[in-house]
C-alpha cells in the first residue's frame, strides 16, 4: 500500500486530526476563552455581581420573555434551583421581574427590566466577537454550516435572528 497514511491501531486521535466530540469540546473551550476574557473587561458586570450563567439566563429571557422559570432550566439545561439562584441575582440587580402569570397564577413569568434589555444587547455583542475570534478561520457560510450541523446533532432549532455583529471597533 503505497503512499498509505493511515495511523495504526492504538494510536492518539490527534495523529489522524481532531475527531467530532474532541473538536466539539475544543471549540466550546475556545469560545468560553474568548467569552470569559471580553466579559472580564465589562465592569457593569462585577459591580451587578452577576457570573456567566445570569448572562445566558437573560439572553433566554429575552428572546422567550415572558417565560417561566422551568422553561428556563429546559433551554439552558440548568436545574431549578440553579435557575432561581440566577433570577435572585439577576431581580436583585434590577435586571428582572417575575411576576404571577396572568393565566396560571401558580406559574412566575419572568420579564426582563430596561436595565435587562440593555444587559442583553450587551451579552449580545460580546457573544458575536467571542464568536468571530473563535471562528476567525471560517467564512460566513462555513460558520452558518457548522451552526446548522450543531443544532441538528443537538436536536434544537436555529436562532430565528443571527447574532448581533461585532462591531469594527470591537466592543
Do not use: K
Request: with cysteine; charged share 30%.
Amino acid at each position: 500500500m503505497t503512499g498509505d497514511t493511515a495511523t495504526p491501531p492504538g494510536s492518539p486521535p490527534e495523529a489522524d486530526g481532531v475527531d467530532a466530540l474532541s473538536g466539539v469540546y475544543l471549540l466550546g473551550r475556545e469560545i468560553r476563552r474568548h467569552l470569559t476574557d471580553l466579559l472580564g473587561s465589562e465592569r457593569w458586570l462585577a459591580d451587578a455581581g452577576l457570573r456567566p450563567p445570569c448572562l445566558w439566563v437573560v439572553a433566554v429571557v429575552d428572546r422567550c420573555q415572558p417565560v417561566s422559570q422551568r422553561e428556563i432550566g429546559d433551554h439552558l439545561d440548568l436545574d431549578a434551583s440553579d435557575v432561581v439562584g440566577a433570577l435572585d441575582v439577576l431581580e436583585a440587580a434590577g435586571m428582572v421581574e417575575r411576576r404571577r402569570d396572568p393565566a396560571d397564577r401558580r406559574r412566575h413569568a419572568v420579564v426582563l427590566t430596561p436595565e435587562g434589555e440593555q444587559a442583553a444587547r450587551r451579552f449580545e455583542v460580546l457573544r458575536a466577537q467571542a464568536e468571530a475570534r473563535s471562528l476567525a478561520r471560517l467564512d460566513p457560510e462555513e460558520r452558518r454550516q457548522l451552526a446548522t450541523l450543531l443544532a441538528w446533532a443537538l436536536d434544537r432549532p436555529l436562532p430565528a435572528t443571527p447574532p448581533a455583529a461585532p462591531s469594527a471597533s470591537g466592543d
